[in-house]
């Protein structure tokens, strides 16, 4: 399967699936469904999940089932679906690998400035989705999508996550989507981990999934070329950032709207 981004202004692209690859049932569970969804409404849908979690807020953290078991679901996933797979890496030897199932190499937030990170993202030839970090500008985000451009690969994109505000929680600044919009490269929106409530006593992020909606609402409205939104059958007993994950059986209803909303709109 050649992957293609339908980056159009018809209407926006999704990046959903569960935050971590859990197990299998799960994963297709949720991939299915989206793909029934997706297909009803239009909207291009590459599913997303991780096949490891390096950056978890406590070492008791779930990080995964184990890297080669994890990609291999997400290859199922994309073999017997037919859906493009997006995944992160958090060290530059993890790109090969990933490359492997992946049609959309993630770079995480936190290490968005990773020079060795993002070029070996490039240098596998896939899209490479770098998420801005909570500390940046949206400016600063033309100096790393350069990074993946001058190491030969043009097929970029950015994702705003929010930005730190104290100490426990995050800010979407909507001027910083149009900002990233004029560099030329889709501009997507991560609606819950842009809602994540971080640095809680427990060592485990909150949320406020109640937001959801309006967030989502909000991205479209000022043109966001896609979204981003984890979601999971039952996020109360979720493996990772469960407190700000979309309840799958309400996916369908929110993106509705969402592509009633976008409709509406004239750029």
């Given at each position: 399967m050649n992957f293609v981004l339908n980056n159009n202004e018809d209407n926006f692209f999704l990046i959903a699936g569960p935050c971590v690859v859990e197990n299998k049932e799960i994963t297709f569970e949720?991939?299915?469904?989206?793909?029934?969804?997706?297909?009803?409404?239009?909207?291009?849908?590459?599913?997303?999940?991780?096949?490891?979690?390096?950056?978890?807020?406590?070492?008791?953290?779930?990080?995964?089932?184990?890297?080669?078991?994890?990609?291999?679901i997400l290859m199922q996933i994309k073999s017997d679906l037919s859906?493009?797979?997006?995944?992160?890496?958090?060290?530059p030897e993890e790109a090969a690998f990933a490359a492997q199932v992946a049609d959309i190499?993630?770079?995480?937030a936190?290490?968005?400035?990773?020079?060795?990170?993002?070029?070996?993202?490039?240098k596998t030839g896939k899209y490479v989705n770098i998420k801005k970090g909570q500390f940046l500008s949206p400016d600063a985000?033309?100096?790393?999508?350069?990074?993946?451009?001058?190491?030969?690969?043009?097929?970029?994109?950015?994702?705003?996550r929010g930005t730190t505000f104290g100490y426990q929680d995050l800010v979407i600044d909507f001027r910083g989507i149009p900002k990233m919009k004029q560099f030329g490269y889709p501009?997507?929106?991560?609606?819950?981990?842009?809602?994540?409530?971080?640095?809680?006593?427990s060592g485990v992020s909150g949320g406020q999934p109640d937001m959801i909606e309006y967030m989502a609402k909000a991205g479209i409205a000022v043109g966001v070329n896609?979204?981003?939104?984890?979601?999971?059958?039952?996020?109360?007993?979720?493996?990772?950032?469960?407190?700000?994950?979309?309840?799958?059986?309400?996916?369908?209803?929110?993106?509705?709207?969402?592509?009633?909303?976008k409709k509406s709109l004239i750029f």
């Open positions: 949720t991939a299915k469904h989206l793909k029934s969804v997706c297909e009803k409404l239009g909207i291009q849908l590459i599913f997303k999940s991780s096949y490891k979690k390096a950056n978890r807020s406590s070492v008791n953290s779930f990080t995964g089932l184990g890297n080669q078991k994890a990609l291999d859906l493009p797979i997006c995944t992160d890496i958090h060290l190499i993630q770079i995480p936190f290490l968005c400035r990773q020079t060795d990170l993002l070029i070996a993202a490039a985000m033309e100096f790393a999508a350069k990074k993946i451009i001058n190491a030969g690969n043009n097929n970029v994109m950015l994702t705003e501009v997507v929106l991560d609606v819950t981990h842009s809602l994540q409530i971080p640095n809680q006593s896609g979204l981003f939104i984890e979601t999971h059958p039952n996020p109360a007993k979720a493996k990772s950032d469960g407190a700000n994950m979309l309840k799958l059986e309400l996916i369908e209803d929110l993106l509705i709207k969402l592509v009633k909303l």
